[in-house]
Each structure stands twice: as structure tokens, then as C-alpha cells.
């Protein structure tokens, strides 16, 4: 077991991988005043573990784990709720709550995986930069196994090799027999072999590249917006905005690379751009490669320029395609903004674009037109049907190269509109944005062909309800519009007659607003707001879900899509009634990945998509994870307060003492117990008492950790309510 010294100006402070399979992977041990310790995985991530793997000299961080995945240590808690950077030389010189300042029990120990090769070549091919990857661990050279190396890993391989760029992986033994090698079998992934530092943010600043295995400033005096965008996409960082000019984002204090990038254009992968790797000399002021990126990854414009073609949208790894009716020209403004091409002047039809393989998402964004990036925008998948790859969505920006002006329909592209003071997107105060200045209109009038204009226009369907005097609240500024009178097949709102710009006879009391009939709500009924029958809200009407292929997991995003909390069951008892409106939907199927019910996918929208009442959803919401204090001075003193079942409830004082209060405490961040109080010491609460008779040893993590009676105790009355008092 290799063991690492280094100093500080407290003494001696050692770090160690225990219990792994060399000595890059294991359980993190860090010796402290002459005792070896664990570190506890309070908030436990890759940084942390990045800091680990840099100061053992084993690499760069594979995976953080925590729960004690190689077995549970000894001895005290040296370190506890690290918070590194992943650029610090030792891990305690991360942010953390200070040496041995709270205990945790040892199933909470911390480890890493770290990629622990100590070299690496390539063999068997004509070259010495073709062949096999072989890396060296410990004293053992073995073969890496093709699906543990993507493009960007080979990359950086290529640079740290001396060997230029990757240009292909090849996959099975093209370079011989591999059958007495052994394969090696930790999986390492690379960020790539640039980088951009001193930014504002992770997608702007100075480019630095991996050679020879430093890093370095990259000088290049032809540094340009083709091979800028070419380093933002390989980044993730969406395209290149800005080359910044001067010394913006400093010189840097390490190695100089003067290289040269060719892109030959815009849209170029970054393996199309070799970079010649000419020295390390000084580097003249303001020509060391900087770039500004648009920060808006995983979408693209395919078959057709840099600002015209198919739209494609990344979901994971996995590149598809939209559907052209989940697509409207709000959404296209926002994409062609996104890639730095202006504004949207048309969505075509047709097979102009549509070649090509992969799948077609259902997902609709839903935007304003004034979003920055496209997942800026609400975005559904619940209820769209499937489409076939010949409807797939495309756009034709501003400012596309190569293609005709007179190709599509130009917008006015400065006007936009939106719906406001609504509680979504499809529902609201309609406003008009003319002239740099949001504006609202006058409702004389206004009915529901004008009001299906607005809501086909911003892709919410048909209208519902045109609201006049008002409804959804008094606008301010501009009045745009009066007498509008729509025939309800314009394709948006100032095509149709009306007064001219700026010219009324209305005041504020007089705003018009709509509601579209793919205005979306959910909410449980016959029980409480986080209990009871699952209704949704669309086409203006209120109807029950469908529970068939429903699981647990699409429950509990029910919950949190309501703010009731991270747990959730189907129940099945019926207690909450039948419906009676239509059942809107089933077979709603929601992953880990979703936040909010809408983009969990579905069956489309019907009417009838149960069979019977007995198939319509029940949940009943469950959260272990909030925790309040009450009544006190602060956040850090009062009645303690728990939530459970969609309910807030108190704790029984029976047995409540300084090891309980020191739980709370911990687990609300503020500090240790100054005392545990009782008999409503900051008053009564209402509603369930839910726990009593509980007995913390006062080193848990959470209150939930300890035991207790629970659920709705008997034997207490609010007059016996616990309460705490924090060092704060």
C-alpha cells in the first residue's frame, strides 16, 4: 500500500484507498494527529473525489461513492461535509466543517475509483500511434476494452501520446490476438483534451490544451469562430458567441502551446480541425485563443447550413429528431438565437431536410420566444402522440449561408407575444412586445376567434375562454391593440384588423387575457393537496388518469411535480371517490430523469382512455425529508415540526431530551443543541402528532435515522409539543 505524505503547518496529514483493488480504488482514510480516520459522505461528489485521485497521483476520478461500498472503516470521522473545487493540492485544504467536528457512523464512509494508471501505448499497430491502448497499473500493462473509450477520451490519449489527433476507434482485435491479454476492467472517462479557464462561467474562457500531459494556454494566431464553435460543441457549451479581443481571461501562468486550429467552416467537429502543436514559446499579447460560448448544448440544425436544417435535439447520449406538430415558430426563434443565427423566418415543410436516422422525440417546447436556450422553455412529452420520421421539425434562421432569401416567410421577428399572470404558459394576460416595449390589449370586442389566434400561435392549441376586463389582473405601459377582429385563421395575432398600433380608447382595467385548451394542471382531489384521486386539466375540462403500466416511481413524480415531497404510492383502496369527467389519459410512464409529470411519456389525449372508473389513479404523498422549527427567533429555535402524509405535525415530548435536539439541529445546519425543550415551550401546533417516544444516540444524520413510536401518536396533546434551541 502506497502511502502519500503532506505537510501543513498543523503537522503531518496522510491519505490513503482502503479495502479496494490496488491502490486507486478503496474507502478514503486520512491520518490526523497520528490516527487514521474516514471521511463522511455528507454531499460526497466527483470534485471530491477528483481531489483524491490528483493528490494519490492515481489519475483522474472515475466514480464517488458512498455508503461505505468498500466495507466500513475505523476510528474517528476526520472530515465531514467536504465541499472541494477538485482543483486544491490535498483534500483538507477543501471547504469542510473542520477536523473531527462531528461523528458519523462508519455505513456512511466515503470511496472512489480512480482510472490508476500510472502509463499507457499503443501496440501491435504499423505506428507507434495506431494499435491497441494498453495502460499500466501498478507493474501489469493490460488491454482497455473498446467500450470503456469514446471519441473524446481517444482524444486526449492521441495528445498525451505526442501522436496528434485521434482519428478512429477501432473495434475487436484488428491489430492482432488479444486472447492471453489481460483486460483491463475500471472504466475511466475523459472531459477531452481542452479546456476553458478563467471565465465567468464553465463555457467562456481562456483555451488551454492537454500535450504531453500538461496543460497549457493554446496561441494561436489564426484562432477563429469556426474552430471557437468546433471547441464549444466538444465542450458541451452549445456554439461559439464571441471571440473576446484583448487579454481577456489573462495569460495564464502555465505551459505555452502555439498551435493552429483549421476549420475549413462552421459546423466543423472538432477531429475535422487538427491542431499542429508547434512549441511552447512566449505567446504575443491577445493571441492566446479565448472564446465566449452560448452555454445551450444538446441541439442542432442538420442537412442543411450552420443556420438552416433539421432540427435535432440530444437526449442523453442519444441524438433524434422533433416532431414537425410539436413544432412552432417560437420555439424555432428561440433554437435559431441559441446557435447564434438570428431569429426564425420560417419552418418548412416537405422533405427538404428530413433524411436521416435516429429517433423522433414527442417532446414539444413550449416557448415564449424570449428564452435564451431551448430547455429554458417548458417542455412536454404527456399526452403528444408518436410521429413518423417524415414530420420531422426544421428551420430556416436569419442568417443561414447558402440559402435563398427568398426561401419561406420572413417574420416581423421584433414582434413577440406571450401570456402572463397566468399559472402556466397557456393561460394569461395577453401581452404584445412592439417597439422594444411590452404592451397588453384591449378587450372591446375580443372574443374567441382573436383569442384561438393567440393560442395557436404560441402552440397551446385551440382557445378555451377569451377573458375580457381584466382577468388575470391589470397589465402596465403600452396598450397596443384595440378592436381586434380575428377570423380565427390568421397566423398570428397582428395579421388580423384592428386599430392601429398604439391607438385606444381602453385603460388597464380593460386587458384581455385567454385560456387554451392545452393549458395544463394536475391536482389530487377528495382527500388533501397531497392525497387523493389524480386529475389533470386539459381542453378546459378537469378529468381523471389512468392507472394502467403506472409505477411507483411515476407516483412519486407526481409528488414532487406537486411540492408534496420524494416519496409516493398508488393507493389502491378507492378511498377517494370515482371521477366523473373524462379520463384523460394512460399509460403514463415516467423515468428518474423527470422532474415534472408533463414530460413523462404517454398515450395521447383522450377522452375515454380508461376502460372503467376502477382503473383511475389514487396517490397518497409521503415525505421524510422535511423538517422545520417553529416559533422561535429564528430559523434555528422553535417547535419542531415534521412533514408527513401531506401534512405538517409536531413531535411528542415523552423521552425528549439534548441527543434528540442534537439530531434536529445537525440536520436543519444549524450547529449543536444549546437544549431540549418541552410542554409547547414555543407554543402548541396543530394537526398530527407524529412521532414520540423518540431515542437518538444524537450521531444521526437525520431524525428519521432514530427510532420511535410513529405515525399519529395517542398518547400525547399539543400542550406536549417538543422545541429545540440551536447554537445556530
Not at 500500500?1 to 483493488?21: I, P
Not at 432569401?405 to 394569461?428: F, H, M, W, Y
Not at 407516483?555 to 378511498?575: M, P, Q, R, S, Y
Request: proline share 2%; glycine share 12%; hydrophobic share 30%.
Amino acid at each position: 500500500m502506497t502511502v502519500m505524505l503532506f505537510c501543513e503547518s498543523t503537522g503531518a496529514d496522510e491519505l490513503r484507498l482502503s479495502n479496494g483493488t490496488g491502490p486507486c480504488s478503496g474507502r478514503v482514510e486520512v491520518k490526523h494527529e497520528e490516527k487514521w480516520g474516514t471521511v463522511c459522505d455528507g454531499d460526497w461528489t466527483i470534485e471530491d473525489a477528483e481531489v483524491v485521485c490528483k493528490q494519490l497521483q492515481c489519475g483522474s476520478a472515475v466514480k464517488a461513492l458512498n455508503r461505505a461500498p468498500f466495507g466500513e472503516g475505523s476510528g474517528p470521522t476526520w472530515l465531514y461535509r467536504v465541499d472541494c473545487r477538485g482543483d486544491e493540492s490535498a483534500l483538507w485544504n477543501c471547504s469542510h466543517t473542520g477536523w473531527g467536528s462531528f461523528s458519523c457512523p462508519h455505513y456512511f464512509d466515503t470511496g472512489v475509483i480512480c482510472s490508476g494508471f500510472s502509463g499507457m501505448r499503443l501496440t501491435g499497430g504499423h505506428t507507434a500511434c495506431s494499435g491497441h491502448l494498453k495502460v499500466k497499473q501498478e507493474k501489469t500493462w493490460a488491454t482497455v476494452c473498446f467500450s470503456h473509450i469514446d471519441f473524446k477520451t481517444a482524444s486526449v490519449i492521441c495528445n498525451e501520446l505526442e501522436c496528434g489527433q485521434a482519428v478512429d476507434i477501432l473495434r475487436g482485435t484488428h491489430f492482432g490476438d488479444r486472447q492471453d491479454e489481460l483486460i483491463w476492467q475500471e472504466e475511466f472517462h475523459c472531459y477531452g483534451g481542452y479546456r476553458l479557464a478563467n471565465g465567468s462561467t464553465t463555457c467562456s474562457g481562456r483555451v488551454e490544451l492537454l500535450h504531453g500531459g500538461t496543460w497549457g494556454t493554446l496561441c494561436d494566431y489564426l484562432w477563429d469562430l469556426p474552430a471557437a464553435t468546433a471547441l464549444c460543441q466538444q465542450l458541451d457549451c452549445g456554439v461559439a458567441l464571441l471571440i473576446p479581443s484583448g487579454q481577456s481571461f489573462g495569460k495564464g501562468n502555465g505551459s505555452v502551446w502555439n498551435g493552429t486550429f483549421s476549420c475549413k467552416k462552421n459546423g466543423s467537429r472538432l477531429r475535422d480541425c487538427p491542431v499542429s502543436v508547434l512549441g511552447h514559446d512566449e505567446c504575443p499579447a491577445g493571441k492566446e485563443a479565448r472564446v465566449a460560448c452560448s452555454g445551450c448544448p444538446g441541439a442542432r440544425l442538420v442537412n442543411g447550413t450552420t443556420c438552416s436544417g433539421r432540427v435535432e435535439i440530444r437526449h442523453g447520449d442519444t441524438w433524434g429528431r422533433l416532431c414537425h406538430s410539436h413544432w412552432n415558430l417560437q420555439a424555432a426563434s428561440v433554437l435559431c438565437h441559441q446557435l447564434n443565427c438570428g431569429y426564425a423566418k420560417s419552418i418548412q415543410t416537405g422533405d427538404r431536410f428530413v433524411d436521416g436516422n435516429g429517433p423522433v422525440w414527442r417532446d414539444a417546447f413550449h416557448c415564449g420566444g424570449t428564452e435564451s436556450c431551448l430547455w429554458d422553455c417548458a417542455q412536454v412529452t404527456l399526452g403528444n402522440p408518436t410521429c413518423s420520421a417524415r414530420e420531422a421539425a426544421t428551420v430556416i434562421c436569419s442568417v443561414p449561408t447558402g440559402v435563398a432569401e427568398d426561401v419561406g416567410v420572413i417574420c416581423s421577428g421584433s414582434r413577440q407575444i406571450r401570456l402572463v399572470n397566468g399559472t402556466k404558459r397557456c393561460a394569461g394576460r395577453v401581452e404584445l412586445y412592439h417597439d422594444g416595449i411590452w404592451g397588453t390589449i384591449c378587450d372591446d370586442n375580443w372574443d374567441l376567434s382573436d383569442a384561438n389566434v393567440v393560442c395557436k400561435q404560441l402552440g397551446c392549441g385551440h382557445a378555451i375562454k377569451a377573458f375580457t376586463s381584466a382577468h388575470y389582473g391589470k397589465g402596465s405601459g403600452q396598450i397596443w391593440l384595440d378592436d381586434v377582429n380575428c377570423t380565427g385563421a390568421e397566423s398570428d395575432l397582428w395579421a388580423c384588423p384592428s386599430r392601429a398600433w398604439g391607438q385606444h380608447n381602453c385603460q388597464h382595467k380593460e386587458d384581455a387575457g385567454v385560456l387554451c385548451s392545452e393549458f395544463l394542471a394536475l391536482r389530487l382531489v377528495n382527500g388533501n393537496d397531497c392525497a387523493g384521486r389524480l386529475e389533470v386539466f386539459y381542453n378546459g375540462t378537469w378529468g381523471s388518469i389512468c392507472s394502467n403500466r403506472m409505477s411507483q416511481l411515476t407516483a412519486i413524480t407526481v409528488c414532487k411535480h406537486l411540492n408534496c415531497g420524494d416519496g409516493g404510492e398508488i393507493a389502491t383502496d378507492f378511498k377517494y371517490g370515482r371521477g366523473s369527467g373524462p379520463t384523460w389519459l394512460d399509460h403514463i410512464e415516467c423515468t428518474k430523469q423527470h422532474s415534472s409529470l408533463w414530460q413523462c411519456q404517454s398515450d395521447p389525449w383522450d377522452p375515454q382512455s380508461c376502460d372503467n372508473r376502477a382503473e383511475e389513479t389514487h396517490i397518497s404523498c409521503t415525505d421524510r425529508e422535511k423538517l422545520r422549527v417553529i416559533g422561535g427567533k429564528d430559523g434555528c429555535s422553535g417547535r419542531v415540526e415534521i412533514w408527513h402524509q401531506g401534512s405538517w405535525g409536531t413531535v411528542c415530548d415523552d423521552s425528549w431530551d439534548v441527543a434528540d435536539a442534537n439530531v434536529v439541529c445537525r440536520q436543519l445546519g444549524c450547529g449543536s443543541a444549546v437544549s431540549a425543550l418541552s410542554e409547547a415551550a414555543f407554543g402548541e401546533g396543530t394537526g398530527p402528532i407524529w412521532l414520540e417516544e423518540v431515542h437518538c444516540k444524537g450521531t444521526e444524520l437525520s431524525l428519521w435515522d432514530c427510532p420511535a413510536k410513529s405515525l399519529f401518536c395517542k398518547n400525547c396533546d399539543h400542550k406536549e409539543d417538543a422545541a429545540v434551541d440551536c447554537s445556530g
